[in-house]
């Protein structure tokens, strides 16, 4: 006759901890547990997940709104630092019980509480660091410090079975990289922003375009309305210069990109006789100028970086793959763009679904399960952490890219809307 639960229990008081219902799958995991904990922005994220990747129950917290709303405006994508640190630390509490309650999931049972500490707003990062460091103390648990950016890159291996290495562009509010993902902690960096990122360069546009006035897009983000405006917009109407044509490097810039939409708003301004703050009456096809001029710049450093991984066997020569995450990454017309390069250089292109590009307590559990796997990373709770706002992902192989000198083949971004 087989023991009961209860009996099987109180043999083995250590497999306790883990052994329950799952709320999510009904299923009973024998297996470690880590919470994961994302404050490096402006959203407040936790979640629970097991060691297979599921995801047992997770809650986020999301300031968009208030910065939307905010008179107040910063470089930083628009976010607010001190708003967003109050934020953090108004709801952070609150987050990572429900994520604990819908997991059905006590602090003593966790095998790990992994956390962002690099790269991200420097009061932001503080408010996720110090809850982490206070409950990891309290219930004597391991913590796992997670780079946002390996974070954003591991999360389709969290869905699916994609084995290194693997080439990854990351693109967000505050970050634009090309990098290949050798391992869960080894990362070659063959390109980054050299000034303002993607998902910043789309929100600039989109504030100076006064689009929180538009109907349709008071309650999105820059990004998000430049991406719905642009579907109904004519992107020939306004040529754009393509950044960095004339330069053989995978690296990023957009700052040219918006000194030319202010310059092009502010003479459609002049023209309809209106002031700074009032809707153009040319919106759509600016905003689909704007978001063209972006996609083509990502594909082309991103068939560059391709090129480069080929040239030096950096990518398996059977079925190579780009994985493309981050906030940006969850706009259909630039994932358009990069299968556009992927088709002809017979690469897969995968990008996980919208709510996994954006920031979330999910990535940062899900890296921490990777790391938790492997030993790597893991300090025990009373080892003091420090949040570093900027922070390089892997190797730099940066000037080795720019030195091979890859030239690109011509291809049109042609995409109809």
Same mark, same amino acid.
């Given at each position: 006759?087989?023991?009961?639960?209860?009996?099987?229990?109180?043999?083995?008081?250590?497999?306790?901890?883990?052994?329950?219902?799952?709320?999510?799958?009904?299923?009973?995991?024998?297996?470690?547990?880590?919470?994961?904990?994302?404050?490096?922005?402006?959203? @407040? !994220?936790?979640?629970?997940?097991?060691?297979?990747?599921?995801?047992?129950?997770?809650?986020?917290?999301? &300031?968009?709104?208030?910065?939307?709303?905010?008179?107040?405006?910063?470089?930083?994508?628009?976010?607010?630092?001190?708003?967003?640190?109050?934020?953090?630390?108004?709801?952070?509490?609150?987050?990572?019980?429900?994520?604990?309650?819908?997991?059905?999931?006590?602090?003593?049972?966790?095998?790990?509480?992994?956390? @962002? +500490?690099?790269?991200?707003?420097?009061?932001?990062?503080?408010?996720?660091?110090?809850?982490? &460091?206070?409950?990891?103390?309290?219930?004597?648990?391991? /913590?796992?410090? $997670?780079?946002?950016?390996?974070?954003?890159?591991?999360?389709?291996?969290?869905?699916?079975?994609?084995?290194?290495?693997?080439?990854?562009?990351?693109?967000?509010?505050?970050?634009?990289?090309?990098?290949?993902?050798?391992?869960?902690?080894?990362? *070659?960096?063959?390109?980054?922003?050299?000034?303002?990122?993607?998902?910043?360069?789309?929100?600039?546009?989109?504030?100076?375009?006064?689009?929180?006035?538009?109907?349709?897009?008071?309650?999105?983000?820059?990004?998000?309305?430049?991406?719905?405006?642009?579907?109904?917009?004519?992107?020939?109407?306004?040529?754009?210069? @393509?950044?960095?044509?004339?330069?053989?490097?995978?690296?990023?810039? /957009?700052?040219?990109?918006?000194?030319?939409?202010?310059?092009?708003?502010?003479?459609?301004?002049?023209?309809?006789?209106?002031?700074?703050?009032?809707?153009?009456?040319?919106?759509?096809? =600016?905003?689909?100028?704007?978001?063209?001029? +972006?996609?083509?710049?990502?594909?082309?450093?991103?068939?560059?970086?391709?090129?480069?991984?080929?040239?030096?066997?950096?990518?398996?020569? #059977?079925?190579?793959?780009?994985?493309?995450?981050?906030?940006?990454?969850?706009?259909?017309? $630039?994932?358009?763009?990069? #299968? $556009?390069?992927?088709?002809?250089?017979?690469?897969?292109?995968?990008?996980?679904?919208?709510?996994?590009? @954006?920031?979330?307590?999910?990535?940062?559990?899900?890296? !921490?399960?990777?790391? *938790?796997?492997? !030993?790597?990373?893991?300090?025990?709770?009373?080892?003091?952490?420090?949040?570093?706002?900027?922070?390089?992902?892997?190797?730099?192989?940066?000037?080795?890219?720019?030195?091979?000198? =890859?030239?690109?083949?011509? =291809?049109? =971004?042609?995409?109809?809307?």
């Amino acid at each position: 006759m087989f023991p009961t639960k209860a009996k099987l229990l109180q043999r083995l008081p250590n497999l306790g901890r883990t052994l329950r219902c799952s709320p999510v799958s009904g299923k009973t995991p024998y297996s470690r547990l880590v919470l994961g904990i994302e404050t490096s922005c402006d959203d @407040t !994220g936790a979640a629970v997940l097991d060691e297979t990747g599921e995801i047992l129950g997770e809650s986020l917290h999301s &300031q968009t709104e208030v910065h939307l709303k905010s008179p107040k405006r910063c470089r930083t994508g628009g976010i607010i630092p001190p708003v967003a640190q109050q934020l953090h630390r108004e709801h952070i509490g609150r987050v990572v019980q429900e994520a604990l309650d819908r997991s059905n999931v006590d602090p003593s049972q966790l095998s790990a509480v992994a956390t @962002t +500490v690099k790269p991200g707003l420097a009061l932001s990062l503080g408010i996720g660091l110090e809850f982490s &460091q206070r409950l990891v103390k309290q219930h004597n648990k391991p /913590f796992i410090p $997670i780079h946002h950016m390996e974070a954003h890159a591991l999360t389709v291996r969290m869905l699916q079975p994609v084995a290194f290495p693997f080439l990854v562009l990351l693109v967000s509010g505050g970050h634009s990289l090309l990098a290949v993902a050798r391992g869960v902690d080894d990362f *070659l960096l063959l390109g980054q922003s050299l000034d303002i990122a993607a998902g910043d360069a789309l929100d600039k546009v989109a504030r100076r375009l006064s689009l929180i006035k538009h109907p349709q897009c008071s309650t999105l983000s820059g990004g998000q309305a430049i991406e719905l405006l642009a579907k109904d917009g004519d992107r020939t109407k306004f040529l754009l210069t @393509t950044p960095m044509g004339k330069t053989n490097d995978c690296c990023f810039s /957009f700052s040219g990109l918006h000194h030319q939409v202010t310059l092009m708003i502010k003479k459609k301004e002049a023209e309809e006789g209106i002031e700074e703050g009032t809707l153009l009456s040319c919106v759509n096809d =600016i905003a689909a100028a704007t978001q063209h001029t +972006v996609a083509t710049h990502l594909a082309k450093r991103t068939h560059r970086a391709i090129l480069f991984c080929k040239a030096n066997n950096l990518l398996p020569s #059977s079925n190579p793959t780009l994985v493309v995450s981050g906030g940006v990454a969850s706009n259909q017309y $630039i994932r358009k763009a990069l #299968s $556009i390069i992927t088709d002809k250089e017979e690469v897969s292109l995968l990008c996980p679904p919208a709510k996994f590009c @954006t920031d979330n307590g999910v990535m940062i559990a899900w890296n !921490g399960v990777e790391r *938790l796997r492997e !030993g790597k990373g893991i300090l025990p709770p009373n080892v003091d952490v420090c949040f570093e706002p900027k922070a390089p992902l892997g190797v730099d192989m940066i000037a080795e890219v720019r030195a091979s000198g =890859i030239k690109l083949p011509s =291809i049109k =971004i042609r995409i109809p809307n």
